[in-house]
């Protein structure tokens, strides 16, 4: 929890954290003529590789936009109120339907991230020689988006659980996801930013890695804090 600043820039403030987490940033320590290919980051204990997503801008395709607003176009004729002038909808308060809809086109996005973040975490296990390594992708989200953070987690998450025909995972390469915010996505009315933090699995009983990210969030909160010059603290999840 931090007081509202000005906006962060990601990638740097989180590569400093990783480093002083004892991890490596992978364009550092190899040789790549297309860094592009790699995850970025090497954890030797426990043995993790991981991929950073921070989505700064449009969240969403020019297509995908289309295919929203087209969406909206039809909840209007069925006289569903939609709020104008905002990226931001009330999307528990929509009926089920209306949900499942959206969820249906918003998947497409989130898919491409994993896919490619699921690329990464493979041909760097191959790179660093760690065939057994976990694949973590930490995705953060800048840009303005129709989801709140535990829906959006949500989502991710059902898309991580996809299998192939032969009911193997389609994301083999990925075990853990963290979406977490840098900059705060709301602010009280006591001018306090919050932030949070939520992990997913794609498989249970992974008792090493949850660990790990669970002393990596602790970490994450104290660096946070210390990079601004406030203070920072965990509020317990509602139960």
Request: aromatic share 10%; with cysteine.
């Amino acid at each position: 929890m931090i007081p509202q600043t000005n906006s962060i820039e990601v990638e740097p403030l989180f590569d400093g954290f990783i480093r002083s987490f004892g991890g490596s940033v992978v364009r550092e320590i190899i040789s790549n003529v297309n860094p592009l290919k790699n995850a970025d980051y090497f954890f030797r204990s426990p043995s993790v590789i991981a991929e950073l997503k921070c989505i700064e801008r449009d969240a969403f395709t020019r297509e995908e936009e289309e295919k929203i607003e087209r969406l909206f176009a039809s909840w209007r004729i069925r006289r569903l109120l939609i709020v104008f002038g905002t990226r931001k909808i009330s999307f528990r308060e929509l009926p089920k339907v209306y949900q499942e809809e959206l969820l249906a086109v918003l998947q497409s996005s989130r898919k491409r991230r994993l896919e490619k973040a699921n690329n990464q975490i493979k041909e760097t296990k191959i790179l660093l020689g760690v065939p057994d390594a976990r694949g973590v992708l930490f995705l953060v989200n800048d840009a303005p988006t129709y989801l709140p953070p535990l829906d959006e987690m949500n989502l991710v998450a059902r898309i991580l659980q996809s299998k192939k025909p032969d009911g193997s995972n389609i994301y083999s390469h990925l075990h853990w996801i963290v979406y977490f915010s840098v900059n705060p996505k709301a602010v009280t009315a006591d001018g306090v930013g919050l932030n949070f933090w939520l992990p997913c699995f794609r498989e249970q009983g992974d008792s090493v890695t949850e660990q790990f990210l669970q002393e990596l969030r602790l970490a994450w909160i104290r660096y946070h804090g210390q990079q601004l010059g406030m203070n920072s603290f965990e509020i317990p999840a509602e139960s």
